[in-house]
């Protein structure tokens, strides 16, 4: 009797410690984590699978067997949301992620955006005295495990000839909180280099340069100087060190963006995009990162992605003559009008002996003239000092595209008549034509809303124009 009451004792303790064994397991597996005796194994190894995560936890390199936990879906169903920091006349907007499948993880990949986000107070005094800084953000890739985002946006320094426009960017990996860099998951060399020196890159659809532009600021420098800037990229963290590079990265469905310094008149910055099938020979593919990568269609279309951005695959500008006329190459672009499809924006300054005045037409892809914009609101001073910029975006939110004009002027009378001075211009696509309303532009001028292209937006915004 004994005996047979010691075994059923001894068969039951093997039953209860069985199951809770089962149960320690399954909730480790609930939180991330698989627990074995007094090891704690972090699940690390993710398999990208139609919007599925499968993770399995590592296994300490003197295991004996091979072992692995049960596969775990993770939900991809997270939402962005937007918040501000604000400091004196400093305004930077950055994204935050919510319901997302882990709460901690989530806290660490928000710390990392803002941290981010702010970083760009790097580039001025830490007092921020005479700054207005105005940044905001735009996502490109909103992934299961990648998280791409642009920030751009104006300063203003007290005393400073002008104001100035920036761009940063910002790739999380959202199963780290770690920051994606150019040089991660890219070996940096001189094919590279060539893809970008031969123009084999194509433009965002809302860019407001050429090709040239990017080619002749590329060609400033030698290789070894550019291949040194390309590693360093992505560092906004390294302004005012020997290590600065102002060279920022971001994806886009089927796309590398790469982000470069270029002139005021032109922007301060540039963007172009490098389709990512054509960089498969520079890619890490031992990279740490590089299963983060590769969630990222190879082509445009390939893939679901409703934050991916449009690109504008130009083909040749064609040629364009008329009497008086000289076209601005660097300054004419190939955009999609909603009423004129695909046509070429050219700029022009047509000369009256020592004058001259700025034009403006679009032109299908033979050259032939499509419309001529009307006459240009800063025309009537004396003469056009220098163009400064264009840009194609919606500044009465009808859906259609504008386009914004600045151009610096000299009225050629009186002590300060060789002093240039800042002019913008808005004309609104309506049904098949451009509207210039002179009204708008004298407020947009009179109060000084005409140094950048953001100066202009943001105080077409406020008026809540039609």
Same mark, same amino acid.
């Given at each position: 009797m004994?005996k ?10 093997i039953?209860t410690?069985?199951?809770?064994s #089962?149960?320690?397991k ?13 090891i704690?194994?972090q699940?690390s190894?993710?398999q ?5 995560v ?10 004996k ?5 049960? *596969?775990?879906? !993770?939900?991809?169903a997270?939402?962005?949301?937007g918040?501000?920091h604000? /400091?004196k ?5 950055y994204?935050? #992620? ?5 709460s901690q993880l =989530? ?6 955006i803002?941290s981010?986000?702010?970083k760009?107070?790097?580039?001025f ?9 105005e940044?905001d ?8 495990n990648l998280?791409?985002i ?8 007290e005393?400073?000839?002008? *104001?100035s426009?920036y761009f ?7 199963i780290n909180?770690?920051k #994606?860099?150019?040089?991660?998951y890219?070996?940096i060399?001189?094919?590279?280099l ?5 123009g084999?890159?194509?433009? *965002?659809? @809302?860019?407001?340069?050429?090709k ?21 990229a ?17 994806f ?10 270029v002139?005021? +008149?032109?922007?301060?910055? @540039? ?5 990512l099938?054509?960089m ?5 593919? =031992? +990279?740490? !990162?590089w299963?983060?990568i590769?969630?990222? *269609?190879?082509?445009q ?9 449009p !690109?504008?695959?130009?083909p040749k ?15 004419s ?7 004129f499809?695909?046509v070429?924006?050219?700029t022009?300054?047509l ?6 005045k ?6 299908? /892809? ?10 240009f609101?800063?025309n009537?001073?004396?003469?056009? /000092?220098e163009?400064?910029?264009? +840009?194609?975006?919606d @500044?009465?939110?009808d ?6 004009i600045?151009?610096?002027?000299i009225?050629?009378?009186?002590p300060?008549?060789?002093?240039p001075f800042?002019?913008?211009? !808005? ?8 509207i210039s309303n002179?009204d708008?532009?004298?407020q947009?001028n009179?109060?000084? =809303?005409?140094?950048? #292209?953001?100066?202009?937006?943001k105080?077409?915004?406020?008026l809540?124009?039609q």
């Amino acid at each position: 009797m004994k005996k047979s009451s010691v075994l059923l004792l001894l068969i039951m303790f093997i039953i209860t410690s069985a199951a809770c064994s #089962i149960n320690n397991k399954a909730a480790g597996r609930e939180s991330g984590q698989e627990t074995t005796g007094s090891i704690t194994l972090q699940t690390s190894k993710s398999q990208i699978t139609n919007n599925t995560v499968t993770e399995a936890a590592d296994i300490p390199s003197d295991s004996k067997t091979e072992t692995k936990s049960s *596969p775990k879906t !993770v939900s991809t169903a997270y939402e962005i949301t937007g918040e501000s920091h604000t /400091e004196k006349n400093v305004k930077i907007n950055y994204p935050q #992620i919510k319901n997302f499948h882990d709460s901690q993880l =989530q806290k660490d990949i928000n710390e990392a955006i803002k941290s981010e986000a702010l970083k760009v107070l790097n580039y001025f005094d830490s007092n921020l005295n005479g700054l207005t800084l105005e940044i905001d953000y735009d996502i490109t890739w909103k992934g299961t495990n990648l998280l791409s985002i642009q920030f751009s946006g104006f300063a203003n320094v007290e005393g400073a000839a002008h *104001p100035s426009n920036y761009f940063y960017t910002a790739n999380i990996n959202l199963i780290n909180c770690k920051k #994606i860099r150019l040089d991660d998951y890219l070996v940096i060399d001189k094919n590279f280099l060539d893809k970008i020196s031969n123009g084999e890159f194509i433009l *965002p659809e @809302a860019s407001i340069i050429n090709k040239d532009i990017i080619i002749d600021q590329m060609n400033i420098f030698n290789d070894e100087e550019k291949i040194l800037s390309f590693k360093n990229a992505d560092s906004i963290e390294n302004v005012g060190t020997k290590s600065q590079s102002d060279i920022f990265s971001f994806f886009t469905e089927g796309y590398l963006g790469i982000s470069i310094v270029v002139g005021h +008149a032109a922007g301060d910055h @540039a963007e172009f995009l490098v389709k990512l099938k054509d960089m498969e020979s520079n890619f890490k593919t =031992q +990279a740490e !990162v590089w299963e983060v990568i590769t969630e990222i *269609p190879r082509e445009q279309g390939a893939g679901a992605n409703a934050n991916s951005k449009p !690109v504008n695959d130009e083909p040749k500008m064609p040629e364009f003559v008329k009497d008086g006329l000289k076209v601005l190459k660097d300054q004419s672009f190939y955009v999609e009008f909603e009423s004129f499809g695909k046509v070429w924006f050219i700029t022009s300054e047509l000369s009256d002996g020592a004058l001259y005045k700025l034009c403006f037409y679009l032109l299908d /892809e033979k050259g032939n003239i499509l419309y001529t914009l009307p006459e240009f609101y800063g025309n009537q001073w004396s003469t056009v /000092e220098e163009f400064k910029a264009v +840009a194609f975006k919606d @500044a009465d939110n009808d859906g259609l595209k504008d386009v914004i004009i600045i151009a610096d002027y000299i009225t050629g009378i009186g002590p300060t008549g060789a002093e240039p001075f800042s002019v913008a211009g !808005v004309y609104l696509q309506k049904d098949k034509e451009f509207i210039s309303n002179p009204d708008l532009d004298e407020q947009i001028n009179k109060k000084g =809303q005409n140094e950048t #292209i953001d100066m202009v937006m943001k105080f077409l915004k406020s008026l809540e124009i039609q």
